[in-house]
């Protein structure tokens, strides 16, 4: 009954558009369906512009400053790709149509590489990096072209090793996390580089399509409250005054460049164009042959492995049953508004978005964990899988809970971090905004060491408290130490106490020294390089740099002399604390052990 | 290694929660599960002491069992009462009806059932046969709102707590944004609503999860339905529910976060009251009313989308057409009600 080989019998539809005219002309015989209407080929064209153009003319920013720069963000595929020949042919009309005059002062084009974040080390070949080819595209129009990479969040410095991003995604236990984050980091880096460049438009490509599909997942990850701000066709939040979050560029360079004076608006003129649209047009104006295919984190994955990957399935899904659903969904999107319980001066360190305060105490009181009811809302409470934040700067380090730093969304991804990982500066430097607001305190900025020492770890269990064994972070930048967070028995006896309190003090003294050290010797290095480049005009070989070396151990020698004295004073001193503790520990265990004996006596001696 | 419960630490765990994938024993999970809900009610002050509150119970029993546990733990003082709608759908309806009179005498609640065949004159079956297998679905909801609406204020009450759910809610957000309806979507995530000051309506399980109410029962033994509706298999809301199950699965916070968004709209239509029947409506004529005198009239797809084109052909509503009776004419039950509220006196 049931071969293979058996057709499946399915009614043949009648294609809508069969011999139906075009709409628009009602001359011509058409040839595309756009959900309920058809068109021939030149009004499909004409009404695609059409809608481009005059969703740009819409918006009052357009006008209201004629000589602005824009940024185009340029990931290379079919809408973005589109967005730009769109866009240059919008500022750059034939010579017929001279009256409509140029909007832009200049174009920019920025493109994100995200391909360390998606291939593993071996993978990471030429070939994978979408850089070189979106490259290739952006050089057939004359606007400056920026190529970024995505391990550039972590500052220059560390653009070459890539070593950091892997570190913090590998942690990231959920592919839907996963992608959240890179997608801030993302929006961060173009953010950073439209400043930087002095661009106060940012366009980006999303079309109708993915924007629906973006409505739908952000509601799902609990992002509803910044949803209007992430989707609709125009965005002014990165206003100026409230954008501390990119401080940390003033210094460098040891230039100052007030980056925080640039407001930057996010436009999205495809809004209101499906796919499809896109995909057609591509195809008679010849760009689908220019269009780089980046591979995503779910690419060649199962449909449940992201709620992102699952939200596009459902909604194309939809699409192809119910053709109006993506337009629907657009177009309720495009009515939300931010409600009036967002704080926008408030800002969640992570993903840059207004957030709601009080979401921990919320969460406490509808997910209980602990025999007592929670106390309420105002006081605070504590639950023992709480995150916290620990930071490390300049020496002091400060803790902070998550709750007040984070998003509700963002709180959600950090549950899915299980290592102690190294978040992207621009992180740690808007949460040590948010203390010094809250405090009123000002904490020292060195502008030679602040960006290597920004340093925001994210764990679930940083509190000692929580700890169950002792804790060795990652490497300090500087002083090349572990960290390490002793474990604190819950009945700690007081020489315990002592004998660890003392251990940190220890640690923190190695800390101290080697980090002052290193710091003396990059900055020597660093000069003396200069020097011999001055001298001889080319990079000094490893020859010449041992003598550099000699030198400096030479300098520090007495330095170097008092820190071994005072170190092994401390290490004699720590016997003391140290017998104290194992004393009385074993003194603990003794009985016990005896105790067991007895019992293991008793019993052979019944059998 | 047995695991041990993370919250007492001392019995074996026997139960994961769904929501936060924690491990409890069953003791455990019931005095957690209570305590969410105590703690919704307490910080939305949903009741007031001396409330006379319906629950509306269609066949789950977990509602009417939290609801008189808490109120007897934490002493609410409020008058409890079981309401329940008679839909008219042979094989779905009628079992869970039958739990919910055991169960009057079980909890020793007064209960009351309000049936659409008595309310309306036409049963969910009638009504089948009459528009088709397709947007039956909008009749029951709209005649169900209603006939909640009307028990309750035949048993004199002036709060209504319904057992809708985490996930119930969830679904209904995203139905809310597939369809483009607005000023639903910022209503529907309420935890309480009120309808013209009259009777309002919460939910007490806003933040549950559909699973655990499960487990509960379970648990306790109570009878939990979870049929589906016959008629409902391929309604669109089926794709949403799909869709919210396979986002359950990859991450189960997921259903809280849509629970928790809020947002606000600009425009809002004006809620008014129905000019025939006197409930709260944000048209001239309320939905059920419209409904109903199409199904009177023989024209069903009035108040379906093509509800001024019918009226142009057929003209205004004839004279003769029964109508529902008007909200202020509804008979407090007052035997029914003087007997219960003695009862009420007599517990305390």
Not at chain 1, 337 to 344: A, E, F, G, K, Q
Not at chain 1, 528 to 556: C, M, R, V, W
Not at chain 2, 43 to 62: C, E, M, P, Q, Y
Not at chain 2, 204 to 227: G, Q
Request: aromatic share 8%; glycine share 6%; charged share 25%.
């Amino acid at each position: 009954m049931c071969s293979i080989e058996e057709p499946i019998l399915v009614k043949e539809q009648a294609p809508l558009s069969a011999g139906k005219k075009c709409i628009k002309c009602k001359i011509a015989k058409a040839t595309i369906l756009i959900r309920y209407s058809t068109y021939c080929k030149s009004c499909f064209q004409h009404v695609f512009v059409g809608k481009f153009r005059k969703n740009l003319e819409k918006s009052r920013v357009i006008h209201s400053a004629p000589d602005e720069k824009a940024m185009v963000a340029l990931s290379g595929g079919p809408s973005s790709r589109c967005l730009l020949q769109l866009l240059r042919d919008y500022c750059e009309p034939l010579p017929h149509e001279i009256s409509k005059k140029s909007t832009f002062n200049e174009i920019k084009i920025c493109h994100v590489d995200e391909s360390v974040a998606i291939f593993d080390e071996q993978e990471k070949e030429k070939e994978n990096s979408t850089l070189c080819k979106v490259e290739s595209i952006a050089k057939k129009y004359n606007y400056e072209f920026i190529g970024l990479r995505l391990e550039d969040i972590f500052s220059p410095e560390y653009t070459s090793s890539g070593l950091y991003d892997n570190s913090l995604l590998d942690a990231v236990s959920t592919l839907t996390s996963k992608e959240e984050l890179l997608w801030h980091f993302k929006m961060c880096l173009l953010m950073q580089m439209a400043r930087k460049k002095g661009c106060t438009r940012l366009f980006m490509g999303d079309c109708s399509t993915r924007l629906s599909i973006k409505i739908i997942s952000l509601t799902s990850k609990g992002r509803g409250f910044s949803l209007p701000l992430e989707t609709s066709g125009e965005c002014n939040l990165f206003k100026a005054e409230k954008h501390y979050e990119f401080n940390f560029l003033l210094c460098q360079n040891n230039k100052i460049v007030n980056l925080d004076s640039i407001d930057v608006i996010i436009l999205r003129p495809m809004k209101d164009m499906l796919s499809k649209e896109i995909g057609i047009y591509n195809q008679f104006t010849g760009l689908v042959d220019d269009i780089v295919i980046t591979p995503t984190l779910t690419s060649m994955m199962s449909v449940a492995s992201s709620i992102e990957r699952l939200t596009e399935d459902f909604i194309v899904g939809l699409e192809k049953d119910y053709p109006s659903t993506v337009s629907t969904i657009a177009r309720t999107g495009a009515k939300l508004t931010p409600s009036n319980l967002i704080n926008l001066e408030q800002s969640c360190a992570v993903c840059m978005m207004p957030y709601k305060e009080g979401i921990k105490n919320w969460q406490n009181r509808i997910t209980v964990h602990m025999k007592q009811p929670p106390l309420a809302p105002p006081s605070p409470f504590t639950s023992p899988s709480q995150n916290s934040i620990s930071m490390d700067y300049n020496n002091s380090s400060c803790q902070c809970a998550s709750n007040d730093t984070l998003c509700y969304a963002c709180l959600v991804n950090m549950r899915d971090i299980k290592k102690v990982v190294e978040f992207p500066p621009y992180v740690a430097d808007a949460i040590l905004q948010k203390i010094q607001k809250a405090t009123n305190a000002t904490i020292a900025i060195s502008p030679t060491a602040n960006r290597l020492k920004y340093k925001f770890f994210a764990t679930t269990n940083f509190n000692n408290k929580s700890l169950k064994t002792d804790y060795v972070g990652i490497p300090d930048t500087i002083s090349n130490l572990r960290p390490i967070k002793y474990y604190i028995p819950e009945n700690a006896s007081p020489e315990d106490t002592e004998w660890r309190l003392h251990r940190e003090r220890i640690d923190q003294f190695n800390h101290q020294f080697w980090t002052s050290n290193n710091e003396l010797f990059i900055v020597e290095k660093q000069e003396y390089e200069n020097q011999l480049k001055l001298k001889t005009g080319k990079k000094p070989t490893s020859a010449e740099i041992s003598i550099f070396y000699k030198d400096f151990l030479d300098k520090a020698y007495d330095r170097q002399m008092a820190y071994n004295q005072q170190w092994w004073k401390e290490n004699i001193r720590m016997l003391l604390p140290g017998g104290k503790a194992a004393i009385r520990n074993f003194r603990i265990w003794m009985p016990k052990r005896s105790r067991t004996r007895i019992s293991f006596f008793e019993k052979n001696a019944s059998s | 290694m047995p695991r041990l419960c993370v919250v007492c630490k001392e019995e074996r765990a026997s139960v994961k929660r769904p929501k936060t994938g924690e491990q409890l024993c069953r003791n455990c999970f019931y005095h957690v599960f209570e305590i969410e809900v105590h703690c919704t009610i307490t910080d939305n002050k949903l009741f007031k002491s001396g409330d006379r509150v319906a629950i509306a119970a269609s066949g789950g029993k977990v509602l009417a069992h939290i609801m008189k546990t808490l109120n007897d733990r934490y002493n609410y003082g409020l008058d409890l009462f079981l309401l329940s709608v008679d839909e008219g759908i042979t094989g779905y309806r009628d079992d869970s009806l039958e739990t919910v009179k055991r169960n009057q005498q079980q909890y020793n609640l007064p209960l009351k059932i309000v049936s659409y065949g008595e309310l309306y004159g036409w049963t969910m079956d009638e009504i089948v046969k009459e528009v088709g297998l397709k947007n039956n679905c909008t009749f029951c909801g709209v005649f169900r709102r209603q006939a909640l609406d009307r028990g309750a204020v035949m048993l004199n009450t002036d709060h209504i707590v319904t057992g809708h759910n985490a996930d119930d809610i969830a679904e209904t957000v995203l139905m809310n944004i597939l369809r483009g309806d607005i000023a639903r979507l910022e209503r529907c995530t309420e935890i309480c609503t009120t309808g013209d000051g009259r009777i309002r309506r919460s939910k007490p399980f806003k933040y549950a999860y559909e699973k655990e109410i499960v487990m509960y029962a379970y648990f306790k033994k109570l009878d939990y339905f979870s049929t589906e509706c016959v008629y409902s298999p391929n309604s669109y809301r089926g794709h949403a529910r799909t869709f919210l199950k396979d986002l359950e699965a990859i991450r189960p916070s997921a259903i809280i976060g849509e629970a928790f968004q809020i947002k606000q709209e600009v425009k809002l239509p004006t809620q008014g009251v129905c000019s025939r029947c006197g409930y709260m409506s944000s048209n001239e004529l309320c939905k059920a009313c419209v409904l109903l005198e199409g199904l009177n009239r023989g024209l069903p797809r009035l108040g379906i989308g093509k509800t001024n084109r019918l009226r142009k052909i057929h003209g205004e509503m004839p004279e003769n057409t029964a109508t529902m009776l008007h909200f202020s004419q509804l008979q407090i039950d007052g035997e029914n009600g003087k007997s219960e509220s003695d009862e009420g006196k007599k517990r305390r």
